[in-house]
Structures are given as structure tokens and as C-alpha cells.
Nanobody
Framework: QVRLVESGGGLVQPGGSLRLSCAAS????????MSWHRQAPGKEREWVAL????????NYLDSVKGRFTISRDNAKNTVYLQMNNLKPEDTAVYYC?????????WGQGTQVTVSS
């Protein structure tokens, strides 16, 4: 069992930055593929970024490439999403997801609002 807790969301002006964190319980974090997803009001949840267990492969949604950076610290059981140059269309609830040995775990989400 893996429990995920996101934090770091909030209200930010366009062009601003936020860093989201996702803290995972359990000793199996280091072998999990981690990803960030988001869901805007009235829209389906979409994948945003992914990082493999060892951190050797990263991938991003086209609309966030060059602005968002996913990273992980396996010693702290934490995955991060650094978000720069935020735009109003980035407004959503952001969720982290862990996949390990065929099991899928989700966090409860953290709200990001980009508005002037």
C-alpha cells in the first residue's frame, strides 16, 4: 500500500511559479513510476508529467514543456513538480499518481489557481 499526499498548491498570478510536492508513505516508493495529472473544472483529468523509478526518463504534456519540471528524491519519498510561467489555463486540481507492480495509487489533489 502506498499513500500519497500532495501539497504546495495555491493562488498565483500569471507568470508566477509554484512547486508542488507529493510525499509517499511506504518503502516501495523508489521502485514506483510517478506522474502528475490535473483536472480543470468541467474537464477530464489529464496527464501532465512522468518520471521513472530511477529518474532516468522524464516526459511532459506538450503544453507544459519548458515550463514544468518533474523530479524526485527517493531518499525523502517525494516527487516534485516545479511550475514556472504559469498561465490561467494551468488552473486545475493537481494529483500525483504512483504505479508499482501493477498497482495504481492516487493522492487527494491540491488546487492550483492562476489568476490576476
Amino acid at each position: 500500500q502506498v499513500r500519497l499526499v500532495e501539497s504546495g498548491g495555491g493562488l498565483v498570478q500569471p507568470g508566477g511559479s509554484l512547486r508542488l510536492s507529493c510525499a509517499a508513505s511506504g518503502s516501495t516508493f523508489s521502485s514506483a513510476v510517478m506522474s502528475w495529472h490535473r483536472q480543470a473544472p468541467g474537464k477530464e483529468r489529464e496527464w501532465v508529467a512522468l518520471i521513472t523509478a530511477g529518474g532516468g526518463f522524464l516526459n511532459y504534456l506538450d503544453s507544459v514543456k519548458g515550463r514544468f519540471t518533474i523530479s524526485r528524491d527517493n531518499a525523502k519519498n517525494t516527487v516534485y513538480l516545479q511550475m514556472n510561467n504559469l498561465k490561467p489555463e494551468d488552473t486545475a486540481v493537481y494529483y500525483c499518481k504512483a504505479v508499482r507492480a501493477g498497482a495504481i495509487y492516487w493522492g487527494q489533489g491540491t488546487q492550483v489557481t492562476v489568476s490576476s
